[in-house]
């Protein structure tokens, strides 16, 4: 800071923290050390709905409560696959269906939330502003719009209604656009004009994309012009991802947001927020945003970051460049509750944070509802939560007085203090009734959803009923949009588009994720999934490997052939990282290519290069705990199972296999079977009749047996005799084996699940009843609908069959 000034100190912050935490590294950044260089992965999540928000209501507000999803006659659900990702409120949904109640899914592939789906539109990637400029438009010419209240409430309609007839005349236009058909887009016009009570849900579809902040108001536009905003059952709602995304927005952990809802374009906010730290050093002005933030270290003006709860050189795009980055970085400073993450490679202190059960504090959800995390794991070793770990270096560099918290508490009523601050009533954001909690009132504090503008103030389920906005004028406005579309199309013929996700059992960068054997059962390896048509046109075969290739960045995965893809687009998830596959960073895929007004990247439309992963011979190894991580093959893959590691091998000619399966098996084997013409080979290692190690290899892939029967021979113990016999066929066929495994919770596989139906377990309830499946968490029921479906086209098919039989 003395030789390079405060600018040259950056903190790249986290959803993932507490609010807590959050508001004491805020504070120690943008206050005391006076680096407005704090940002936050929040960036990468919700930045684009926060833009929307305040470029719509003139603060960052979601006007909604999770009871309007259920009230809604028609749900719209764009770009959020709230069965994998929120199957809490997927629950909710599914129990408020009703004759009456309809939902639009707009998603360009089919994922487990279509299930829901009474219409899907699976648009061309990145046209949802030009399907909601199209709505406005139809509105206005079918007389839907709600003149009386636009008239009361709303600034900028003429100039919105203008480009939308411009960018999205018609019906025919917006299918042409959209890649539709006129007929669905017609249906989803009049049941949204028809229906009053309308949300229209929004995640990373429409948040990640070089048009997301622009997508946002295009929705909003159109509930602005209805008047459905903080009404029972009728609002826009930005479903928020990471459990306290909305916490971070409220401490103002954003690089352009000061503190509790205030701003560095107002000077009274400026001065306010001064004051109230009694800080010494209030940075002047917005800072750098994450991607340009990483730019910056990587041109080496930043001297010092630190790294809180995230894994960049994971999320970021372009992540070759952001490892640079954090190679050159004089120092980087990691706080992780995980030793080795891809960023922890690059610390130079590394700090033990406390994780999840081992701290205390507070959360926000998407409906403004702040709740009590509390700990009930004790701090191991030198471990210590966030907040903690920041106050103590607040106080080495002297801020003493400013950062002398002692419990969590502490900070919390401090924040509560500035949201209230000479508020009166100008910033929705307001805790005050929350101000002089207790220790204990802290500690048994309910869910309580803000602003609670006075002590006894009640909570307010719904903001902006009444039409009154937090702009200076009190009114909304609607934003005139134009198209913009992705930065980058796929050339025909030779890429495809890349789209990013989740999937149902990992968690974003899978460094907790992974170390959970039952949650790695549902996919324990990267892949891509592809229409079948480009499986032909790229010489890509289901269950081989495959891989994507941009530039000198390669992505390599298990092809799963999916009618639910558009053509020309491929999916991959985005949980691998360096730690647990070769090359299955699905970031490396993707340009820093960003919002201009959110700055958040395009994450969700990349594009590379398909084809066929050609590999000599495939392996499967299973090797007991504490084997060395990295096998030097082209590809691999491991997954962590109860009693050992299963991994996935492929790779080119070996000279020496002797040599190579002795290090991979941790000595020589006992037991060896090998038939070189059919390149086949297999060994295990043993030692007092336990397993240690068995290797399986073929030329082929998917001649390899799946190993759930291996896995339970290192549960084993001893190998009996039956056992050591079947070792090096990897199963035995006299015993029944599930299959791929459906339900997490309860462990119910695929065969297990067709064997019950066959018995007549035909529907989802009564296969819940008897074999507990999809009874718990509820995110596998998608795919249980799926098996039920394909067994009903199944016999729909064999039974028509037999009727042709004679002839
Ligand atoms: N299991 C699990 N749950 C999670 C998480 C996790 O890692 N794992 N992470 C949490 C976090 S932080 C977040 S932010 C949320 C994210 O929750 P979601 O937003 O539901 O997550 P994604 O799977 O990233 O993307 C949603 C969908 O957007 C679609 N999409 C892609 N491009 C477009 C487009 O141009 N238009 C439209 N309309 N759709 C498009 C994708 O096909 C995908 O199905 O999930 C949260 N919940
Ligand atoms: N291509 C593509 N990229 C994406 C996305 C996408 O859909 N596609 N989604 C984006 C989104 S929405 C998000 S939210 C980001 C998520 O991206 P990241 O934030 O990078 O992902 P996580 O794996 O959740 O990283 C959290 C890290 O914090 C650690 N951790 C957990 N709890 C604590 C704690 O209490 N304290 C500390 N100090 N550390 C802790 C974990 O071990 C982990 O290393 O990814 C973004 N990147
Ligand atoms: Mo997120």
Redesign the pocket.
């Known amino acids: 800071m003395e030789n390079h000034g405060p600018g040259s100190v950056a903190f790249y912050l986290?959803?993932?923290?507490l609010t807590e935490d959050y508001y004491v590294a805020n504070k120690l950044a943008k206050g005391f050390i006076g680096t407005p260089h704090v940002d936050t992965?929040?960036r990468?999540?919700m930045s684009s709905a926060v833009a929307a928000h305040k470029r719509a209501f003139g603060a960052d507000i979601v006007p909604g409560c999770y009871e309007d999803l259920e009230l809604a006659d028609l749900l719209v659900l764009a770009g959020s696959n709230t069965a994998w990702n929120h199957p809490i409120l997927y629950q909710r949904m599914q129990a408020a269906a009703r004759q009456d109640r309809r939902v639009t899914v707009i998603d360009p592939r089919t994922a487990a939330t279509t299930d829901l789906a009474d219409l899907h539109l699976k648009l061309r990637p990145g046209t949802d502003s030009i399907l909601f400029n199209g709505l406005l438009a139809w509105l206005a010419d079918n007389k839907a719009l709600n003149s009386q209240y636009v008239e009361r409430h709303c600034d900028g309609l003429d100039s919105t209604l203008a480009a939308a007839r411009e960018a999205a005349p018609d019906v025919a236009s917006v299918a042409q656009q959209c890649d539709l058909a006129e007929q669905d887009v017609a249906t989803f016009f009049q049941w949204f004009a028809a229906t009053p009570r309308t949300v229209t849900a929004f995640s990373?579809g429409i948040n990640?994309s070089v048009a997301g902040t622009d997508k946002g108001n295009a929705i909003i536009n159109c509930h602005l012009a209805t008047g459905r905003v903080g009404l029972p059952g009728a609002s826009p709602f930005s479903l928020t991802?990471?459990p306290n995304a909305m916490g971070g927005r409220e401490v103002g952990g954003l690089a352009n947001t000061l503190a509790a809802h205030m701003d560095y374009e107002s000077g009274a906010d400026r001065h306010r927020v001064r004051r109230f730290w009694q800080a010494p050093n209030l940075a002047r002005g917005p800072g750098l945003k994450a991607v340009d933030m990483f730019e910056a270290v990587h041109r080496g003006d930043i001297k010092v970051l630190w790294i809180?709860?995230?894994?960049?050189a994971?999320?970021?795009?372009e992540t070759a460049r952001v490892r640079e980055a954090l190679a050159r970085c004089p120092t980087v400073i990691v706080?992780?509750?995980?030793p080795e993450?891809d960023?922890t490679a690059f610390a130079d202190i590394l700090l033990p944070?406390?994780?999840?059960g081992e701290?205390d504090g507070t959360v926000t959800n998407s409906e403004r509802c702040i709740s009590r995390q509390r700990q009930f794991l004790p701090l191991p070793g030198d471990v210590r939560p966030?907040w903690w770990l920041v106050s103590a270096v607040g106080r080495r560099l002297g801020y003493t007085a400013a950062f002398d918290y002692r419990s969590p508490a502490d900070v919390f009523r401090e924040h509560a203090r500035l949201s209230a601050f000479e508020n009166e009533g100008r910033r929705l954001f307001n805790l005050t009734g929350l101000t002089d909690l207790s220790d204990t009132q802290y500690q048994d504090l309910e869910p309580t959803q803000w602003p609670l503008s006075g002590a006894s103030s009640r909570p307010v389920a719904r903001l902006f009923s009444d039409g009154r906005f937090s702009t200076s004028n009190g009114r909304a406005r609607l934003v005139p949009i134009r198209t913009i579309l992705p930065s980058r199309q796929a050339d025909a013929g030779s890429s495809l588009v890349v789209n990013?996700?989740?999937i149902r059992d990992q968690?974003?960068?899978?460094?907790?994720t992974a170390r959970s054997p039952r949650l790695l059962q549902h996919r324990d390896e990267p892949f891509l999934e592809v229409h079948p048509e480009d499986l032909t046109r790229y010489g890509l075969v289901e269950g081989e490997l495959g891989q994507l290739i941009r530039g000198s960045n390669r992505f390599v995965g298990r092809v799963r052939s999916s009618t639910g893809q558009r053509p020309g687009e491929v999916f991959v998830p985005?949980h691998w990282n360096g730690q647990f596959a070769s090359d299955a960073i699905?970031?490396a895929l993707?340009e820093p290519v960003t919002d201009p007004v959110s700055g958040q990247p395009e994450?969700?439309h990349g594009h590379a290069s398909p084809g066929p992963f050609t590999a000599h011979w495939h392996g499967r190894l299973l090797t007991i705990k504490g084997q060395p991580r990295h096998w030097r093959t082209d590809y691999w893959s491991q997954a962590p199972l109860e009693s050992c590691v299963s991994w996935h091998l492929a790779g080119g000619k070996i000279r020496d296999w002797p040599a190579q399966v002795s290090l991979w098996l941790g000595g020589e084997p006992q037991l060896v079977m090998a038939d070189p013409a059919r390149g086949v080979f297999r060994a295990a290692r043993l030692q007092s009749d336990r397993l240690e190690a068995v290797l399986l290899v073929d030329a082929q892939a998917n001649r390899l047996p799946d190993i759930v029967w291996l896995a339970g021979c290192f549960a084993a113990g001893a190998l009996d005799e039956n056992r050591r016999r079947h070792l090096l066929a990897g199963r035995d066929v006299a015993l029944d084996d599930i299959g791929p495994v459906i339900c997490s919770c309860f462990g119910v596989g695929q065969r297990q699940i067709e064997a019950a139906m066959k018995a007549g377990y035909r529907d989802v309830a009564s296969l819940g009843r008897q074999l507990h499946c999809g009874t718990n968490c509820g995110s596998c029921v998608p795919e249980l609908r799926e098996l039920l479906e394909s067994d009903r086209v199944e016999s729909d098919r064999v039974e028509g069959g037999m009727a042709l039989a004679p002839e």
């Open positions: 986290s959803g993932q923290l992965n929040s990468l999540c990373q990640q991802g990471q809180m709860a995230t894994n960049p994971v999320s970021l795009p706080s992780d509750c995980v993450t960023t944070a406390a994780g999840w701290k966030d990013t996700g989740r968690w974003h960068t899978m460094t907790r985005i699905a970031n993707l994450s969700k």
